[in-house]
C-alpha cells in the first residue's frame, strides 16, 4: 500500500513537473491521441511502393503465394519491433525515438551518431524524394516541365512545413483526413478490382508453384524479403512524437500494433488486386503500372485516377515525415548535441519551429540539387544497425515497474534483431560499396563529436 502511494505521489509530482514546463514554453503540449498516433505509422509507411513493389515481387518470386508469404514475414518482423517500441517509448515517453533509446542504452556517442546521420542525410534525402515523386505525379495530372516539377517540390515542402509550424494538433489533423482519404481510395481500388471479374485468379491464388525459368529460389527469397521491408520502412519514427502523445505509455503501444496491422492487411488486399489484374511481366515503372490498373478499373480515365490516388498517398508519407522528423533534432539540441536554438519553441504555437524550417530548407535544397535518391540509398544499411540496436536496449535495460511491457520480452526483441541481422546480410551482399560506404560516412561523425565535446561546444 505504501509502494502503491508513494508511486502515485511521483507520478502526481511528474504530471505537475510537465504542466509547469508546458506553461513556460519549455516542452511541447500533450496533444496526440491514438488516431493521430496511427496515422503517423500508416501515413508515414504505405507511400509509393504500395503501387509497385507487389509485382516486382511476384516478378522475382514467381508465386503470388511467396508475395503474401513476404509480406507477412515483414510484417511480424515490424511487429516484433513495434512491440519492443511500445515499451521503449512508454518507458521514455519524449521526443527523440530511437535517437533516446541508443542515447539511455549505448550512450551518448553512439546516438549522436544517428542523429548526425539523421539530419545530414536521411531526413532530409527522403523528405526530398518523397517531394519530387509527389511531383512526377501531379505532372501526371497538370503537365509540368523539369523546373516545374521542382517547384512543385520545393512548394509542398514549404507548405506543409508551414502548416507544422503552425501546430502540431493542425498538422496532425491534416494527416489524419489524407491518411483517411488514402485508406478510402485504397479500399475503392481493392472492392472494384475484386468486383470487376477482372482478376485472375490463377494469379492471385495463394500458390507457391514457380514458373519454369524464374529466378533460383534462395535469391528470389532474399529480394523479396528486402523488398517487403522496405514496403514497411518507417514505422519506428513515429516514437519521435512521444513527447506530444497523450498518455504515451497506453498510446503509443497500441497505436504501433493497430498501425502494423492495418498496414500489413492493406498490403495483401493490395497486392491481391494488382497481381490478379496486371501479369507479373508488367512493366516496372511506378507511373506506367499505376495507369495500367486504373484504365483497367476505371476506363480511359482510370489513369487520371490512379495518379491521384498516388499523389494523396505520397502526400501522406510526406506529411508524416514533416511532422515527425523535427522532434530528432529538438531532442538532439536539449541534450546540447546539436544547436541549443533548435530546442526553442514558437512562443505562440508551441511548436518546434526552427527545426522544422531547418530539415524543410535541407530537403528543399537536396530537391533543387537532384541528388538524393543515390545518397540516401548509402545509408540504408546503416540506419537497419542502428534500428536494431535500438531494439537491443531493452536486454541492457529491467523490465519496467509500470507502462507497457513486450510481450515475451526475453524472446520478442530477439526475433526483431535476428531478422535484422538476415537483413543486413542481405543488403550487404547486394551492394557491399552502399553499405561500407555509408558505414564510413557515419563512423566520420565519431571524430566530430570528440572535437566538439573537448572544444566544450556540445554536451553539459
Known amino acids: 500500500m505504501n509502494e502503491g502511494l508513494a508511486a502515485a505521489m511521483v507520478a502526481g509530482h511528474e504530471r505537475l513537473r510537465e504542466e509547469i514546463q508546458v506553461l513556460?514554453?519549455?516542452?511541447?503540449?500533450?496533444?496526440?491521441?491514438?488516431?493521430?498516433?496511427?496515422?503517423?505509422?500508416?501515413?508515414?509507411?504505405?507511400?509509393?511502393?504500395?503501387?509497385?513493389?507487389p509485382v516486382e515481387m511476384a516478378r522475382t518470386l514467381g508465386a503470388p503465394g511467396l508475395v503474401y508469404a513476404m509480406f507477412l514475414l515483414a510484417g511480424f518482423m515490424a511487429l516484433t519491433g513495434a512491440l519492443c517500441y511500445g515499451e521503449?517509448?512508454?518507458?521514455?515517453?519524449?521526443?527523440?525515438?530511437?535517437?533516446?533509446?541508443?542515447?539511455?542504452?549505448?550512450?551518448?556517442?553512439?546516438?549522436?551518431l544517428y542523429g548526425w546521420k539523421c539530419l545530414l542525410v536521411m531526413d532530409p534525402g527522403i523528405t526530398a524524394a518523397l517531394a519530387a515523386g509527389l511531383a512526377e505525379y501531379v505532372a501526371y495530372l497538370v503537365p509540368l516541365d523539369d523546373p516545374g516539377k521542382k517547384t512543385a517540390a520545393v512548394l509542398m515542402i514549404v507548405l506543409l512545413a508551414?502548416?507544422?509550424?503552425?501546430?502540431?494538433?493542425?498538422?496532425?489533423?491534416?494527416?489524419?483526413?489524407?491518411?483517411t482519404v488514402k485508406l478510402?481510395?485504397?479500399?475503392?481500388?481493392?472492392?472494384?478490382?475484386?468486383?470487376?471479374?477482372?482478376?485472375?485468379?490463377?494469379?492471385?491464388?495463394?500458390?507457391?508453384?514457380?514458373?519454369?525459368?524464374?529466378?533460383?529460389?534462395?535469391?528470389?527469397?532474399?529480394?523479396?524479403?528486402?523488398?517487403?521491408?522496405?514496403?514497411?520502412?518507417?514505422?519506428?519514427?513515429?516514437?519521435?512524437?512521444?513527447?506530444?502523445?497523450?498518455?504515451?505509455?497506453?498510446?503509443?503501444?497500441?497505436?504501433?500494433?493497430?498501425?502494423?496491422?492495418?498496414?500489413?492487411?492493406?498490403?495483401i488486399l493490395t497486392s491481391v488486386v494488382f497481381l490478379g489484374l496486371a501479369p507479373s511481366g508488367g512493366s516496372g515503372n511506378a507511373s506506367a503500372f499505376a495507369a495500367l490498373v486504373g484504365e483497367q478499373l476505371f476506363g480511359p480515365r482510370g489513369g487520371a485516377v490512379m495518379a491521384l490516388g498516388v499523389v494523396v498517398s505520397v502526400l501522406g508519407?510526406?506529411?508524416?515525415?514533416?511532422?515527425?522528423?523535427?522532434?530528432l533534432y529538438l531532442a538532439l539540441a536539449r541534450d546540447r548535441l546539436f544547436p541549443g536554438r533548435l530546442a526553442d519553441l514558437h512562443p505562440r504555437f508551441g511548436t518546434p519551429a526552427r527545426a522544422i524550417a531547418l530539415q524543410a530548407t535541407l530537403a528543399a535544397l537536396l530537391v533543387v540539387l537532384g541528388s538524393?535518391?543515390?545518397?540516401?540509398?548509402?545509408?540504408?544499411?546503416?540506419?537497419?544497425?542502428?534500428?536494431?540496436?535500438?531494439?537491443?536496449?531493452?536486454?541492457?535495460m529491467p523490465p519496467a515497474a509500470s507502462g507497457f511491457r513486450t510481450p515475451f520480452r526475453r524472446v520478442t526483441p530477439a526475433v526483431f534483431i535476428a531478422l535484422s541481422v538476415v537483413l543486413l546480410a542481405l543488403l550487404l551482399m547486394g551492394r557491399p560499396r552502399q553499405a561500407l560506404l555509408g558505414v564510413a560516412v557515419v563512423s566520420l561523425g565519431l571524430p566530430v563529436y570528440l572535437g566538439l565535446r573537448r572544444a566544450g561546444t556540445i554536451g553539459a
Open 184 to 267: 478510402a481510395l485504397l479500399a475503392v481500388v481493392i472492392g472494384v478490382g475484386l468486383a470487376s471479374g477482372g482478376v485472375a485468379l490463377e494469379r492471385v491464388l495463394p500458390s507457391i508453384a514457380r514458373p519454369a525459368g524464374s529466378l533460383p529460389l534462395f535469391p528470389a527469397l532474399a529480394g523479396g524479403f528486402v523488398s517487403a521491408f522496405f514496403s514497411f520502412g518507417g514505422w519506428w519514427e513515429a516514437a519521435r512524437m512521444a513527447g506530444e502523445v497523450r498518455d504515451p505509455q497506453r498510446t503509443l503501444p497500441r497505436a504501433f500494433v493497430l498501425g502494423i496491422g492495418l498496414v500489413t492487411l492493406v498490403y
Open 372 to 396: 538524393f535518391s543515390d545518397i540516401v540509398a548509402y545509408f540504408v544499411f546503416v540506419t537497419v544497425a542502428f534500428i536494431a540496436a535500438s531494439v537491443a536496449a531493452l536486454y541492457r
Open 24 to 53: 513556460s514554453g519549455a516542452i511541447p503540449v500533450r496533444s496526440l491521441g491514438l488516431v493521430p498516433a496511427t496515422s503517423l505509422i500508416v501515413g508515414q509507411v504505405i507511400g509509393i511502393g504500395i503501387f509497385l513493389t
Open 317 to 327: 508519407s510526406l506529411a508524416a515525415v514533416m511532422l515527425m522528423t523535427p522532434r
Open 88 to 112: 521503449l517509448a512508454s518507458r521514455f515517453p519524449e521526443a527523440g525515438g530511437a535517437y533516446v533509446y541508443l542515447r539511455e542504452a549505448w550512450g551518448e556517442p553512439v546516438a549522436f
Open 162 to 179: 508551414a502548416l507544422t509550424v503552425l501546430g502540431t494538433r493542425l498538422a496532425a489533423g491534416t494527416l489524419v483526413f489524407i491518411t
